[in-house]
């Protein structure tokens, strides 16, 4: 029987294969290596770091960068003037936007218009019946229309 060759090393291999020798693969792969760790810092901690920054400026708005003016209105106006102890009514699909709505709005409750009472009140708390131009409630509560999941908007009606 014949003997058997010896496998050839990695470095002969890759050599072999790229037609570059061993020591320009170390030098090239040490580059990249140095390259890496000098731009990771300037690249993604920074980058984190700017968008942590963006997030606690914005506050609870950060939720809804890529919503609409009226949809970032609506939502301010809540968190400034409805109090902590009201029930939010909202008509629609409980995803989308509702979904960050109701983190940002707590302790406020909640809750489908479907479930406000006659005397205004939803699981026991009164349902917030402000309106952000200043119309007059008139026995109306307030609803987050969010019919389509990507913009909300604000009407005042009627209990059943």
Do not use: C
């Not at 920074?46 to 997030?55: F, P, S, V, Y």
């Not at 909640?110 to 309106?131: E, I, N, Y």
């Not at 026995?139 to 009407?155: I, Q």
Request: cysteine-free; proline content about 9%; charged content about 20%.
């Amino acid at each position: 029987m014949p003997p058997i060759a010896p496998a050839p090393k990695l470095a002969s291999r890759l050599s072999h294969w790229t037609g570059v020798a061993p020591a320009w693969l170390a030098a090239l792969l040490l580059a990249h290596v140095a390259f890496v760790a000098l731009r990771f810092p300037q690249g993604s901690v920074r980058k984190r770091g700017q968008l942590i920054e963006a997030a606690q400026a914005a506050g609870p708005l950060w939720h809804f960068v890529h919503a609409d003016g009226e949809t970032k209105r609506i939502v301010a106006w809540l968190v400034r003037h409805a109090p902590a102890d009201q029930a939010i009514a909202y008509d629609g699909p409980g995803r989308g936007l509702m979904e960050p709505l109701a983190a940002v709005l707590a302790p406020r409750l909640v809750v489908h218009a479907s479930l406000v009472q006659p005397d205004g009140t939803a699981l026991g708390r009164r349902v917030f019946a402000g309106h952000p131009a200043g119309e007059p409630a008139n026995g109306r509560f307030g609803v987050v229309d969010a019919t389509d999941g990507s913009e909300l908007r604000w009407a005042l009606r009627s209990p059943r």
